[in-house]
T-cell receptor, first 112, second 113 residues
């Protein structure tokens, strides 16, 4: 069974601070996706990384896929209250077809 | 807007009842996934359909069933409802390719009283 562990589970910071959340597994994934979910709404896809070592930037968000394709990180620079939400990572593997394995999420709160 | 629609948005029903949740995937997507999200829990995968056929099963209870119709919309049927079935139910769609991106609908909030 493939598992994705996210850390930290909860993170509360002040506006303007930087933060990094992690997504780790003992399994290799062919792709890794990050989603953000706001209360009562569906997760929204932020980015997909597919190549080991790949780095993608989305404004103040930087996503990295580990060289071995077993882990990923999301770094947010100068966090804003609008970044508040549940961040979920999800891995896709050839052996799982199109099904994704989701982590439990990191609940981020950015205080003004 | 992800392009995935779900109805109803909210549903309140009593224990022992049966409900049907509906999902329409993004145009062109052949695969539909159903997830359950209870309070303070992550997304629990229930079941996947691809072009009308069941493709994968997760932690879906025997009281729950789903199907995907020829027009690719899907329905999730929940029967003999219990208080513990209260949750957000999400539908997602994708092209059905390994590692492909999934796009989520806005969800149905089910409350069982």
């Amino acid at each position: 069974t493939q598992l994705l562990e996210q850390s930290p589970q909860f993170l509360s910071i002040q506006e303007g601070e930087n933060l990094t959340v992690y997504c780790n597994s003992s399994s290799v994934f062919s792709s890794l996706q990050w989603y953000r979910q706001e209360p009562g709404e569906g997760p929204v896809l932020l980015v997909t990384v597919v190549t080991g070592g790949e780095v993608k930037k989305l404004k103040r968000l930087t996503f990295q896929f580990g060289d071995a394709r077993k882990d990923s990180s999301l770094h947010i620079t100068a966090a804003q209250p609008g970044d508040t939400g549940l961040y979920l990572c999800a891995g896709g593997a050839e052996t799982s077809g199109s099904r994704l394995t989701f982590g439990e999420g990191t609940q981020l709160t950015v205080n003004p | 807007d992800s392009g995935v629609t779900q109805t109803p948005k909210h549903l309140i029903t009593a224990t022992g009842q049966r409900v049907t949740l509906r999902c329409s995937p993004r145009s062109g997507d052949l695969s539909v996934y159903w997830y359950q999200q209870s309070l303070d829990q992550g997304l629990q995968f229930l079941i996947q359909y691809y072009n009308g056929e069941e493709r994968a099963k997760g932690n879906i209870l025997e009281r729950f069933s789903a199907q995907q119709f020829p027009d690719l919309h899907s329905e999730l049927n929940l029967s003999s409802l219990e208080l513990g079935d209260s949750a957000l139910y999400f539908c997602a769609s994708s092209g059905g390719f390994p590692g492909g991106e999934q796009y989520f609908g806005p969800g149905t909030r089910l409350t069982v009283t």
